[in-house]
């Protein structure tokens, strides 16, 4: 059992570490928080509360101060292991994790730009140096104790993934954490999402330490009228809510290469960015009801770790561009863009019955669609 001295007024008590309050040879009570972050000393049913500081230190060790000199470190025991979890953005504390006493501290958070925890207690700020990492889109902020490195924490923030509001960066994403009895806070992170090609899901990457560190957000991709939507699934109702982003895009890509890019734009004025996600796949086409319509088959990762048959498809018509070239045209409103398509992958013929297999030549002439990607019709 550990102990660390507490002036309240003239007296000096000692607390322990599984929650009692000793003064002298005497024990006289127990200590707890309260929701300033305040120590209370309950004794004969009584209440005291004592201003204390709370800081994470260089080690991301969470100590306790008074009038400016620490008087306990949480961490500080080697033969036992202390216990951090967020509930609401409070953050419940266990000195022994194996034990029953647990209070709480009532912080402020933040992300800075090197993607540190920042903890703001009571005007009193500091940072804990840990990563953003999880491959069933929670946020999940891991640290060690630096001092033991085998000790290892993490601490989960409930909430749901949106898009940034800065037009000017539409693959950034935001996270809105829940917040006991306060409106909800806000995270914002300064790197871009990317297509994880392996698992074809959304990938926030961030390189820290000389290490490449990645939360993966599962979900489901769609296309319609010129937006990317990702539906996000989550692990289970403790994690967040589920929200869909939404990108508007151009669409391009080749057939060679099986992969469609999709251009982003900004959300304020439309125009096109060079920020580009990338979903690698097979091409694919079918003739059904009257209509011909360009696809992309892939195979993507779901919450559960299984792995499912995807497809995107572009409802659109195809036009010859060159000899050798040809491209699927898809057209909303007033918008156009084109997927380039190799002569090797189209299969032609004489004009057939249906109007809707036939394509214009370069040269003006009309010839039928017989067969795309391998698909005949």
Known sequence: MRTFDLKRGADTLTLTDTGKVNKGAAEVGTWGTNNKSQIVITEAGAASPV??????????????????????????????????????????????????????????????????LVMTVNGKESAIDGVISDRNSAF?????????????????????????????????????????????????????????NNSLVLAYNYDKAGRTHSTQLVGNFNFDSFELSFAIERKSAAEGS?????????????????????????????????TELAIGGKFTARFKAGVLTVGVQFSQRTINGAVAARELTFAGKLVQTSGTTFAWQLRAGNGSTEISISASEVRLGTVGLSADLNVVMADGSTQSVRGMFGVSF
């Open 140 to 196: 999940r902020f891991r640290f060690v104790d630096k001092l033991e490195p085998i000790e290892t924490f993490a601490l989960l923030f409930k909430g749901s993934w949106h898009n940034s509001p800065d037009p000017a960066q539409p693959a950034a994403v935001v996270y809105e954490y829940d917040i006991d009895g306060a409106a909800n806070g806000v995270f914002t992170l300064p790197n871009q999402l990317v297509v994880d």
């Open 242 to 274: 589920s929200t869909t982003l939404r990108f508007a895009v151009d669409v391009k890509g080749k057939s060679a290469d099986g992969k469609i890019v999709f251009s982003l734009k900004r959300s304020d004025t439309g125009g096109v960015t060079t």
């Open 51 to 116: 201003d204390v500081d709370w800081q994470f230190d260089a080690n991301n060790h969470l100590c306790v101060a008074q009038a400016g000199k620490k008087v306990f470190d949480i961490n500080g025991d080697l033969a036992s292991t202390p216990a951090f979890r967020v509930d609401r953005a409070v953050m419940f504390i266990k000195p022994i994790e194996t034990g029953t006493f647990e209070f709480a501290i009532r912080p402020t958070w933040n992300l800075n730009k090197t993607h540190d």
